[in-house]
């Protein structure tokens, strides 16, 4: 694997566990302009009105159905770090607060029933920050970082975030994809490799030496697009086949009904419907 491969990724960890988004890199006082949805963190579809969802690191933007232009869901520059769309208008993340927000740095689980026009805190509110969150009912995963220690850690919630178990990893996780079919049945990147526990995390199995942000695209189907935004399809996690490219470099990766969704690092948010083969712009910054 091309150095160039891990590289990106390495450094994407790397922020991780320092505290991406401290106090000091947060909005304060008046906006002075809109930097729009770039630094894109994580994707969604609400499933109430199709459209598309672009948590980002200055708040959460949504593009309709059948546009394809971003605009601000609401006058909050929240930093938006890890997201997950689990329910029509119902929205998980964590993150760090708008610097206008009389706020802890590190906001924990938070919740959206309004399709992100406001956030309720759910539990760990001062004391986690997930950068990868994934949901599958009342199950929820997120690998972050502790805001006492400032060391990574993955936590593992089976009553929808009310209380939390830590259990380990093999390395720091750039992504996470959860069995759509099976929530303790999970597929996981480091920086350097792939794993896979059938246990919710309990124990790990090393599948591959490959590295980037993962889905399950289907039960039986994995999609991983890598640093340099080559795209890979496998049906175990060990063999992996290249059927595709981006051009360009991944910053959120996300599998919904009607295909695959994938961030640039400029905002610009692109779909594929037939596996990662192909790519048109859903939305542009």
């Excluded at 906006?31 to 949805?37: I, L, T």
């Excluded at 059948?66 to 929240?78: M, P, T």
């Excluded at 309720?120 to 970082?145: M, N, T």
């Excluded at 220690?149 to 178990?165: I, K, M, N, Y």
Aim: glycine share 12%; aromatic share 8%.
């Amino acid at each position: 694997m091309p150095m160039r491969f891990l590289a990106v990724l390495a450094a994407t960890t790397g922020l991780l566990i320092s505290g991406c988004g401290d106090s000091d890199s947060m909005v304060e006082g008046p906006v002075a302009q809109d930097p729009g949805p770039v630094h894109v963190h994580g994707l969604g579809i609400n499933s109430s009105d199709g459209a598309l969802l672009i948590a980002t690191h200055t708040g959460l933007f949504r593009t309709a159905a059948g546009e394809n232009e971003a605009s601000r869901v609401s006058d909050s520059y929240q930093d938006t770090m890890g997201f997950a769309v689990v329910g029509p208008d119902r929205f998980l993340g964590s993150g760090h607060p708008d610097g206008r927000d009389d706020l802890p740095p590190f906001l924990g689980l938070i919740e959206s029933r309004d399709a992100g026009q406001s956030w309720q805190p759910v539990s760990l509110r001062g004391k986690a920050d997930f950068h990868v969150l994934e949901a599958h009912g009342a199950r929820i995963y997120g690998f972050g970082s502790d805001w006492e220690t400032r060391a990574a850690q993955f936590l593992v919630s089976s009553d929808a975030g009310e209380t939390w178990e830590e259990r380990p990893v093999p390395e720091p996780l750039v992504s996470l994809a959860v069995d759509p079919n099976d929530p303790d049945r999970l597929v996981a990147s480091g920086e350097s490799a792939i794993y896979a526990s059938r246990d919710g995390g309990k124990s790990w199995q090393k599948r591959a030496a490959m590295a980037g942000l993962v889905v399950w695209r289907m039960p039986r189907e994995l999609i991983l697009i890598g640093g340099d935004g080559s795209v890979h399809a496998s049906v175990d996690g060990r063999n992996w086949r290249e059927v595709g490219g981006i051009a360009g470099q991944p910053a959120a990766f996300e599998s919904e009904r009607d295909g695959l969704y994938v961030a640039l690092h400029d905002g610009t948010i692109k779909h594929s419907s037939d596996g990662g083969a192909s790519w048109s712009i859903r939305s542009r910054p």
